[in-house]
């Protein structure tokens, strides 16, 4: 069985955070429906909210918000 690169993983999932963020009264917020491992350690260094909560979205810091255009544009973004 393979083994995946957590770094890589959480990379992924942040740029995935950034490509749905959504606005609830001021609150940038994504849908969780990824990988709570990797949302896990997101919130451990401050990037998004508890992802263990009952709501079926997370807050996303301003850091995580800029974090996460960077991984977005990194792993998703066509290149010209």
Known sequence: MSRYN??????????????????????T??????NLEALKRLHQKGLISDPFTR????????????RGYEMARKHFAESR
């Open 55 to 66: 709501a079926k979205s997370v807050k996303i810091t301003m850091e995580g918000l800029d």
């Open 29 to 34: 917020r994504a849908w969780k429906s990824l």
């Open 6 to 27: 957590p770094k890589i993983i959480e990379e992924v999932v942040l740029g995935l955070l950034y490509l749905n963020v959504f606005d609830d009264y001021g609150a």
